[in-house]
């Protein structure tokens, strides 16, 4: 191919460029490279500096209903990922995820050369995890045990920063001058101004006929589920379980998934935003206030969250919910639980864990008992290493975690999949943020499956945790569009 026949294909929509990913992809297939590489580099990842978009309208533009993406974003902190296609994709189904997942995202940073613009901290590769809450499932699943993918394309936004990312394999390192000149023109080329702001349709969350209906349907199940828990806490088969409905929705038409991201990141600006798909139609999103570990140059965090209670119709009423949360003793039992796990599970690994006097933290329909965790991490501790010792928490689980799981694959009649399990991102340079998927929906079409679970210890109401867990649901409900 000579270079007058070089081109990034694009395609007009409105007068205005974008890109086509499905053309896209043969372009970096078929292309070989402009400069040396050493024997072990399979893998060129391209970073570009960009004007400031929003990943999500750019996702919005260029995701296709079978392929795999991953979005991740903290309205707070103003930071956002959008990754999608494939350049490396594992698919586990062991036990032995974890390792697994470890040695494979190892592999790929050792194959793996930087080109571009890598001045500033957050532009570099990702790769992108799920796992779900059990290691294997009776039945099938709309997600293997573990999935990891390095993206071809990602677009990185931290505060007044924003970077298009490419990673695409080698076939050999054969030498063709000025290719990367030629690449870094043609994404120059591109129309960033029409990816700065997601418009959302005119139709927001939707109220669905079957909702009713559905809660009244799990509600019976659900408490005699709670009532069967309470027996086995007073018998000292366990201290605590975490209790997960499922409520099936159908809707007239197909869900659009990123209008529901759009509408929970304005809900819902104290939470994780996520959503991830498994390229068959499948996906995984969510509004998630619970984070399992974040590690930035060697510092990790982990927050103790459980506990909870509703918050009040004005301020009056707020600060009496408030201080009823931070004096119930059952709650702090609950939230004590889990606080007292995740410090001896770094102890364990020889972590010198500290954490913070226990707080508040308020969304915008529920309050939690937050203690927040920190611990220096050594640069021989993998970020999964910290990941694997850490699920499944009491907040999701139970206590002592064995029992808990087993009674909880006896209790519920639905697969977890993804629920209540870490989802999240690493780097290059060993940084990570994982968070629990909580507060979420599996979304294929018409159809989505809502998720919300209570936690249940001695003194726990089976009429009060099912108001609980519908309070969770209303805000994934008010969501879907």
């Given at each position: 191919?000579?270079?007058?026949?070089?081109?990034?294909p694009?395609?007009?929509?409105?007068?205005?460029?974008?890109i086509?990913?499905t053309?896209?992809?043969?372009f970096?297939?078929?292309?070989?490279?402009?400069?040396?590489?050493?024997?072990?580099?399979?893998?060129?990842?391209?970073i570009?500096?960009?004007?400031v978009?929003?990943?999500?309208?750019?996702l919005?533009?260029?995701?296709?209903?079978?392929?795999?993406?991953f979005?991740?974003?903290?309205?707070s902190?103003?930071?956002?990922?959008?990754?999608?296609?494939?350049?490396?994709?594992?698919?586990?189904?062991s036990?032995s995820r974890f390792?697994?997942a470890?040695k494979?995202?190892?592999?790929?940073?050792?194959?793996?050369?930087?080109?571009?613009?890598?001045?500033l901290?957050?532009?570099?590769?990702y790769?992108?995890?799920?796992?779900?809450?059990?290691?294997?499932?009776?039945?099938?699943?709309a997600?293997?045990?573990?999935?990891?993918f390095?993206?071809?394309?990602?677009v990185?936004r931290?505060n007044?920063?924003?970077?298009?990312?490419?990673?695409?394999p080698?076939?050999?390192?054969q030498k063709?001058?000025?290719i990367l000149?030629?690449?870094?023109?043609?994404?120059?080329?591109?129309?960033?101004?029409?990816?700065?702001?997601?418009v959302?349709?005119?139709?927001?969350?939707?109220n669905?006929d079957?909702?009713t209906?559905?809660?009244?349907?799990?509600q019976?199940?659900?408490?005699?589920?709670v009532?069967s828990?309470?027996?086995?806490?007073?018998?000292?088969?366990?201290?605590?379980?975490?209790i997960a409905?499922?409520?099936?929705?159908?809707?007239?038409?197909?869900?659009?998934?990123i209008?529901?991201?759009?509408?929970?990141?304005?809900?819902?600006p104290?939470?994780?935003i996520?959503?991830?798909?498994?390229g068959q139609g499948?996906n995984?999103?969510?509004?998630?206030?619970?984070?399992?570990?974040?590690?930035q140059?060697?510092?990790?965090?982990?927050?103790?969250?459980?506990?909870s209670?509703?918050?009040?119709?004005?301020?009056?009423?707020?600060?009496?919910?408030?201080?009823?949360?931070?004096?119930?003793?059952?709650e702090?039992r609950?939230?004590?639980?889990?606080?007292?796990?995740?410090i001896?599970?770094?102890?364990?690994?020889?972590?010198?864990?500290?954490q913070?006097?226990l707080?508040?933290?308020?969304?915008?329909?529920?309050q939690?008992?937050?203690?927040?965790?920190?611990a220096h991490?050594?640069?021989?501790?993998?970020?999964?290493?910290?990941?694997?010792?850490?699920?499944?928490?009491p907040?999701?689980a139970?206590v002592?975690s064995?029992i808990?799981?087993?009674?909880?694959?006896?209790y519920?009649?639905?697969?977890?999949?993804?629920?209540a399990?870490?989802?999240?991102?690493?780097?290059?340079?060993?940084?990570?943020?994982?968070i629990v998927?909580i507060?979420s929906?599996?979304?294929?079409?018409?159809h989505a499956?809502?998720?919300?679970?209570?936690?249940?210890?001695?003194g726990s109401?089976s009429?009060k945790?099912?108001?609980?867990?519908?309070?969770?649901?209303?805000?994934?409900?008010?969501?879907?569009v």
């Amino acid at each position: 191919m000579t270079q007058s026949n070089l081109s990034i294909p694009l395609i007009s929509q409105e007068n205005k460029f974008i890109i086509d990913s499905t053309e896209l992809d043969k372009f970096w297939d078929n292309q070989p490279l402009s400069f040396s590489v050493t024997e072990k580099t399979k893998i060129i990842s391209f970073i570009h500096k960009i004007p400031v978009i929003d990943p999500l309208a750019f996702l919005n533009k260029v995701a296709h209903y079978n392929t795999i993406h991953f979005y991740w974003e903290n309205p707070s902190k103003q930071e956002a990922i959008a990754a999608y296609g494939i350049t490396r994709k594992f698919l586990i189904e062991s036990s032995s995820r974890f390792q697994q997942a470890q040695k494979f995202i190892q592999s790929c940073f050792q194959q793996t050369t930087i080109k571009g613009d890598t001045s500033l901290a957050g532009n570099n590769p990702y790769l992108f995890c799920s796992f779900t809450f059990f290691p294997n499932s009776d039945e099938d699943t709309a997600f293997p045990a573990a999935t990891v993918f390095l993206p071809r394309f990602q677009v990185v936004r931290k505060n007044k920063n924003c970077f298009f990312i490419v990673n695409y394999p080698l076939k050999s390192p054969q030498k063709r001058q000025s290719i990367l000149s030629q690449v870094q023109q043609k994404i120059n080329s591109i129309d960033w101004s029409q990816y700065t702001q997601l418009v959302n349709s005119k139709i927001t969350g939707e109220n669905f006929d079957n909702e009713t209906q559905a809660a009244n349907a799990n509600q019976e199940h659900f408490k005699s589920i709670v009532i069967s828990a309470l027996d086995s806490i007073a018998k000292d088969e366990f201290s605590k379980i975490v209790i997960a409905n499922a409520t099936d929705i159908t809707s007239p038409v197909p869900f659009r998934v990123i209008d529901s991201l759009n509408n929970l990141r304005s809900r819902h600006p104290d939470c994780y935003i996520f959503s991830t798909s498994n390229g068959q139609g499948k996906n995984f999103i969510g509004a998630s206030p619970e984070r399992l570990v974040s590690i930035q140059n060697q510092q990790l965090v982990t927050d103790a969250l459980a506990g909870s209670a509703p918050r009040g119709k004005n301020t009056t009423e707020d600060v009496k919910l408030a201080n009823l949360l931070l004096k119930s003793r059952k709650e702090k039992r609950e939230h004590r639980a889990v606080s007292e796990f995740l410090i001896q599970r770094l102890q364990q690994m020889g972590l010198k864990p500290y954490q913070l006097p226990l707080q508040l933290l308020q969304l915008s329909n529920i309050q939690h008992l937050w203690t927040p965790i920190y611990a220096h991490l050594p640069r021989d501790i993998h970020p999964l290493e910290i990941v694997a010792q850490l699920h499944p928490t009491p907040a999701v689980a139970g206590v002592p975690s064995e029992i808990a799981c087993a009674k909880i694959r006896h209790y519920e009649q639905f697969d977890r999949s993804l629920y209540a399990a870490p989802l999240g991102w690493i780097d290059n340079r060993g940084n990570c943020e994982f968070i629990v998927g909580i507060r979420s929906a599996l979304i294929e079409g018409n159809h989505a499956r809502l998720y919300a679970g209570a936690g249940i210890v001695s003194g726990s109401n089976s009429d009060k945790e099912f108001v609980e867990i519908q309070l969770k649901l209303q805000s994934l409900l008010k969501a879907l569009v």
